[in-house]
């Protein structure tokens, strides 16, 4: 049974910076793409950054390019989400996700529980 728990979420003022973790578990972490997802109150599920299984190719969401970046460390099983420069519009709850190197939610067969994320003004 595949597990993923993120953690490093919180409240940071406009402009700050939050760097967001994510351990897997349960499975071979190494064999799995892994995405960044976010989701605010009232909106869908938006796709934030992806990383392919080496590490090697990443990509990220036109809103968040240039102030996040998404990494993997094979050796201890995690994926994290620097966020710099964040803006009020970033508050989302934020989840990990193990699958397909896509931006497609659907193609994401393990999720975690998430990590709220609050940016103020």
């Known amino acids: 049974q595949v597990e993923l728990v993120e953690s490093g979420g919180g409240l940071v003022q406009a402009g700050g910076s939050l760097r967001v973790s994510c351990a897997a578990s349960g499975g071979t972490f190494s064999s799995r793409a892994m995405g960044w997802f976010r989701q605010a109150p009232g909106k869908e599920r938006e796709f934030v950054a992806a990383i392919s299984r080496s590490g090697g190719s990443t990509y990220c969401a036109g809103a968040v390019k240039g102030r996040f970046t998404i990494s993997r460390d094979n050796t201890k099983n995690t994926v994290s989400l620097q966020m710099n420069s964040l803006k009020p519009e970033d508050t989302a709850v934020y989840y990990c996700?193990?699958?397909?190197?896509?931006?497609?939610?659907?193609?994401?067969?393990?999720w975690g529980q998430g990590t709220q994320v609050t940016v103020s003004s």
């Open positions: 996700a193990g699958g397909t190197y896509t931006d497609r939610a659907s193609e994401y067969e393990h």
